[in-house]
């Protein structure tokens, strides 16, 4: 079974003290995970440490930083690098994410370069794509994907891919209520597994985890994350909320 990830991705909410309640809420809950499941929660810089710290004496639990930089070190003022996020024992980023890539125009090939840095200390990249809505309504998805995924992890060999999760988060269903039907979330994370499979073989590309992004709540993840190709979710709005994102956490196969 691959790994089944419930990823919290906070984005710039929350004070530090509605933070730590939050995590109390949610891991206290009872929640019973299998070997294979995991849950990760992507805060914002200054909430890692205590977040990392909340976390540590419960299995399968993660913290994940939101994103870092493309250089080791250096003259980057209000920059984050890879390193440090090591330093302070973080094991999971996620890079790529559309908004990321929308107000701050990080490129396919600044995105190879994070994805490589994190490898390289260890941390575990959720790397994100996907279509905005004008691709989707061309029907030019399956093809706008597959360049990003060329473009910032073709560089990369097989045993580097298999530590990379990834994320299909349709740009559409970002934040908007709207959410990919479950036929639309299987196509796509199908077609990610076969692009995939054409570069590295099939075994490597069965043994990655595919998140869905979008719009996930908790009356949608359990048809959501049943999908054959789908292997959990990055959940934006529902994850702010402690009773919501149990009940993802959950639906998790």
């Not at 949610?26 to 805060?43: D, M, R």
């Not at 998805?141 to 473009?151: C, H, P, R």
């Not at 597994?193 to 069965?206: D, H, P, T, W």
């Amino acid at each position: 079974m691959r790994n089944q990830i419930a990823a919290a991705n906070w984005k710039m909410n929350l004070t530090f003290e509605q933070g730590e309640q939050l995590l109390e809420d949610i891991i206290h809950a009872g929640i019973q995970l299998k070997e294979y499941q995991k849950v990760v929660f992507a805060v914002p810089f200054p909430y890692l440490v205590m977040a990392n710290q909340k976390i540590a004496s419960f299995k399968n639990y993660a913290a994940s930083a939101q994103n870092c930089y493309s250089k080791k070190s250096g003259a980057f003022t209000g920059e984050v690098s890879a390193e440090m996020l090591n330093s302070i024992g973080i094991k999971y980023c996620v890079l790529g994410h559309s908004e990321r890539r929308e107000y701050f125009n990080e490129s396919n090939q600044m995105l190879a370069e994070k994805i490589a840095l994190c490898l390289e200390v260890g941390i575990t990249p959720i790397f994100c794509c996907g279509e905005p809505l004008h691709i989707r309504e061309a029907g030019n998805q399956n093809e706008f994907v597959g360049i990003q995924l060329k473009e910032s992890l073709y560089s990369f060999n097989a045993d580097q891919l298999q530590k990379i999760v990834i994320a299909y988060e349709p740009i559409w269903a970002i934040g908007t209520g709207k959410t990919a039907t479950t036929e639309q979330a299987q196509e796509m994370h199908a077609h990610i597994r076969a692009v995939l499979a054409k570069q590295y073989g099939q075994a490597v590309a069965s043994n990655i985890s595919i998140l869905y992004g979008g719009s996930v709540k908790a009356n949608n993840a359990k048809e959501l994350f049943a999908c054959t190709d789908v292997d959990g979710g990055l959940v934006g709005g529902a994850s702010l909320v402690a009773k919501d994102f149990i009940e993802i956490i959950k639906t998790l196969k």
